[in-house]
Every structure is written in structure tokens, then in C-alpha cells.
């Protein structure tokens, strides 16, 4: 097998820690001592559209929390689920080395939109990445196939060409249904090693 050329990356859970998970949710919910079961069974219920960017974080909020009275602001749950991500120590660095060796970058991560441009924004991944194959501007999902054809289509990338890191199994095995080589992230020592047994590093 020759070795890729281009890195394709999930960032929640690889390069920083997850965006809007159930545990995120679960954190902000139980900070404004909210009726977690009540918010649960909401969320399943437009937690797609969200993702793919059918619903504003603003729609998304009056489905899930201010249908009522609230005795918060929007602005503070906003600035409380902005201020769950962090990033991964050491992911990044391992990336702008990539970036150095001219490597070709993308994202492949599943994301609302507001929270995917604060996080680009934020933690400077415009400056690292060339593409960011996003489930809020593709309008699909992973692990749906039709995510990993878009990805193809855009950056004009052969599947041969492409190292995927996910931190997610059933991820990896449908991308591997197309060809593409992948990386289960464990720890950051972990992907830096792989990395460089790909030739990349």
C-alpha cells in the first residue's frame, strides 16, 4: 500500500475535544438545572438537522430550551457550549508540522455550523487546513456515504491518496469501504508515531 498524501481529520475527539457530545450537553444542562430527559428527547428530535445545517443554532436552541421562560439568556447558553471546547494538547502541533511538510489537509468532522466556525475560528484551523468537509456545509453526515463521495469530489482526491484519523470505529470502516487508509486516534504520542510510519512526519 503506498502512502498517502493528503490527511483527512475528525476534529472533535482528535484535534479538540468534542463540540456538542451527549457528555457536553449533558454538563450545560445540569449547569442551568435544566430537565435533562425533557431536553434529551428534544434534542433527538432536531439533532440532525442541526448537524447539517437545516437548523440555525437559534432554531436549534427554541426546540431545545427556549420553547418557555427562561430565567437565563440565550447569549448564556451560547457563550457555555462555546466554552467546552478545548484543544487536544499536542494535536494541533502535530498538524502544523503536517501542514509544514506540505502535506494536504482537510476536516471530515460532523458539526453544526455556529459551533464548527467558532471552533475554526478560535483555536486558528483556518490557517492549518485547506478544506473543512463539514456535515453543516455538505448537508450530510458521516458515517453516510454520501459524505466520504463529496469529500472525494471536492478536494479531487483519489481514496489511495487519503489517510482518515477518526477517533471513531464504525467511521473508519465505512470510509475503508471506499479505499481510504485509516487512523484510529488513541492519544496524541499514538497518531504522531503512525504518522510517521506513513512518511508524513
Not at 434534542?43 to 430565567?71: M, S
Not at 471530515?108 to 483556518?126: A, T, V
Not at 478544506?131 to 482526491?157: H, N, W
Request: hydrophobic residues 40%.
Amino acid at each position: 500500500m503506498t502512502n498517502p498524501t493528503s490527511v483527512f481529520f475528525d476534529v472533535g475527539g482528535v484535534l479538540l475535544t468534542n463540540g456538542w457530545d451527549r457528555s457536553c450537553r449533558r454538563a450545560v444542562i445540569d449547569r442551568f438545572d435544566l430537565d435533562w430527559e425533557e431536553f434529551r428527547d428534544r434534542h433527538e428530535f432536531v439533532a440532525q438537522y442541526f448537524e447539517i445545517g437545516k437548523l440555525t443554532l437559534d432554531e436549534y436552541l427554541n426546540r431545545t430550551i427556549f420553547y418557555r421562560e427562561r430565567p437565563f439568556s440565550r447569549d448564556a447558553i451560547v457563550t457555555a457550549m462555546k466554552g467546552l471546547s478545548q484543544e487536544i494538547p499536542g494535536s494541533l502541533d502535530i498538524v502544523r508540522k503536517l501542514k509544514t511538510n506540505g502535506v494536504y489537509l482537510a476536516t471530515l468532522n460532523n458539526e453544526s455550523r455556529e459551533l464548527n466556525e467558532h471552533r475554526i475560528e478560535s483555536f486558528g484551523l483556518r490557517e492549518l487546513f485547506d478544506v473543512f468537509l463539514s456535515s453543516c456545509y455538505l448537508g450530510v453526515k458521516k458515517p453516510e456515504a454520501p459524505m466520504y463521495e463529496m469529500a472525494f469530489d471536492i478536494t479531487q482526491r483519489t481514496p489511495s491518496e487519503v489517510l482518515f484519523v477518526d477517533d471513531r470505529t464504525l467511521n473508519l470502516e465505512c470510509a475503508a469501504d471506499f479505499g481510504m487508509q485509516g487512523l484510529l486516534f488513541s492519544s496524541v504520542e499514538q497518531l504522531g508515531h503512525e504518522l510517521t510510519g506513513f512518511g508524513l512526519l
